[in-house]
């Protein structure tokens, strides 16, 4: 069976750091990964994700993650946050049989 | 832009009480899921379908019904609602199992 581990459940930091959120999965084939982010009263949308290629994949405002197979891990960047990146944070792994699966989410505050 | 509605918002029943959930996609996707979300266990995932007329058991099916009436509309049965299944209820779609979901906006649900 797939999992995904978020190990850290809240994260503060201020505006104009740097952000790096860890997710760690665990399957046994070459995994789908996915980054989604929940912003308050509000659904979960795409940040990024990850199928193949280039370990290191873009995604929307200015987030990144790299896939590195030997740790299995899907780690989050961001370089620069804004007091807008205040949200849930949500890494999930997917595969033909079962879907994806979601770690519990980091909950992101940042201050000014 | 992928596009995933839900109704209602927000619901408030009684112990025993019989609630429907609706979610429509227009994106023509395959597959469509019903997840509930809470605190301390992320989202869990009730019910999916890959079709009109198909339903497949998720993690968490005790106590809900799930059908699939055309491509585009996921209905989630509660026939006895429980205190236990207040939650938040989210619905989603992919055109594939390991693709992309798109989330709808979800339902609050508060049984009282």
């Known amino acids: 069976a797939q999992s995904v581990t978020q190990p850290d459940a809240r994260v503060t930091v201020s505006e104009g750091a740097s952000l790096q959120l860890r997710c760690k999965y665990s399957y046994s084939g070459t995994p789908y990964l996915f980054w989604y982010v929940q912003y308050p009263r509000q659904g979960l949308q795409l940040l990024l994700k990850y199928y193949s290629g280039d370990p290191v994949v873009q995604g929307v405002n200015g987030f990144e993650a790299e896939f590195i197979k030997s740790n299995s891990s899907f780690h989050l960047r961001k370089a620069s946050v804004h007091w807008s990146d205040s949200a849930v944070y949500f890494c999930?792994?997917?595969?033909?049989?079962?879907?994806?699966?979601f770690g519990l989410g980091t909950r992101v505050s940042v201050f000014p | 832009e992928a596009a995933v509605t839900q109704s209602p918002r927000n619901k408030v029943t009684v112990t025993g009480g019989n609630v429907t959930l609706s979610c429509r996609q227009t994106?023509?996707?395959?597959?469509m899921y019903w997840y509930r979300q809470d605190t301390g266990h992320g989202l869990r995932l009730i019910h999916y379908?890959?079709?009109?007329?198909?339903?497949q058991i998720g993690d968490v099916p005790d106590g809900y019904k799930a059908t699939r009436t055309t491509q585009e509309d996921f209905f989630l049965l509660l026939e006895l609602a429980s205190p236990s299944q207040t939650s938040l209820y989210f619905c989603?779609?992919?055109?594939?199992?390991?693709?992309?979901?798109?989330f709808g906006p979800g339902t609050r649900l508060l049984v009282l």
């Open positions: 999930a792994v997917s595969n033909y049989a079962q879907g994806l699966t």
């Open positions: 989603a779609s992919s055109d594939f199992i390991q693709d992309t979901q798109y």
């Open positions: 379908s890959y079709g009109a007329g198909n339903l």
């Open positions: 994106n023509s996707h395959n597959y």
